[in-house]
């Protein structure tokens, strides 16, 4: 998760560093996204192309005809001038809101390798601050059975927690699980346990966040906090995302320098936008030091920069509210390796180091 810290500079030290613990484990949860998989291995579905993602109807309302229902005109204007035919044709005024227009991601989910794990260092602010891992599990049936009703589902976990000076006021574990459909990426499930042990700054123990992808454009989400559940009904665009499928997305993009690519992602139950562009190609001064047993130099990487937005449903920006930078260096072959990831905060950055890799089964 990516909650946001508090940012009062009034606020004790003590405070600052605990709760910078519950950040870095959260953003080290969003970063694990990168490593959710890799395009090396399909998944091997064969047959009809099925979406196991339900499509909701997301039509905007439509606009209200000038005339009466049916065509008919209760009374010709054609004489009508001035105030008489504004009054007798008043102009429309339509101020329902309606869902941005976001066009459907491109199928990605062959691109996701069985088999893959990945094992990040996690420093915060120069300083060792925890580790990180993610597999892409298993290949699963649909509980709905086979196309046409259902589709095979790929099944993502992580796991993150903290560690070193960080702990010494809090440790904290956060464990994801994430169903995609293996064919579009399309996320259907997920669930997030964020757990502190020791003082908390955020009020709570335990939050097990469960969200259920309801078609593309609705996400059902039931948050609970030390036993106390919340149910939220969330519409979305329909390029949205839990966090770790949303990362397996901008991995599996292929982008020229300069170019940009945008989705969105539910976090716990905020909406965010993701913006990422392709930098041009340069160098990766601190490569890690995994990277050479791989087969991969200092000039053998891609690299990604974007932000992280909280927006409403509408896609508007929420005032107020602080926009997260990221950053991330991948393999530039096949492998699509993420190497390092980086993400600045209020009191420092956060920077994930790859220090173990297994392919794909």
Known sequence: MLASPTRSVRRPVLTRLARAAAVACGTMGLCLGVAAAAPVAATGVDGPAVDAALMPDLDAPPVPPTTRPGGKIVRDTAASVGWTAALVNPPLRDSRRRMPRTQRPADFGASLGVGERFRFDVTFAG???GLAEATVVALEPDPRGGPPHGAPILRLEGHASTSGIISLLATVTDD????LDAR?????????????????????????????????????IADDKDGKTRKHLKHTPIDTFDPLGAMAWVRAQRLAPGEHAKAHV????????IDIEALPDAPMERLPGVAKALGIGKNDVVAISGTLTRVDPFDQPLPGKRVFTLRAWLSADARRIPLAMESDMWVGALRLELSSYDPAA
Do not use: C, H
Request: net charge positive; proline share 2%; no cysteine.
């Open 176 to 179: 994801m699980v994430t169903l």
């Open 184 to 220: 579009s990426g399309a996320t259907i499930w997920s669930e997030n346990v964020l757990v502190y042990s020791g003082w908390s700054p955020v009020g709570y123990k335990r939050r097990v966040t469960t969200a259920a992808y309801e078609g593309r454009g609705q996400v059902r």
């Open 266 to 273: 539910i976090d716990g139950t905020t909406i965010m936008r």
């Open 127 to 129: 300083n060792s601050a």
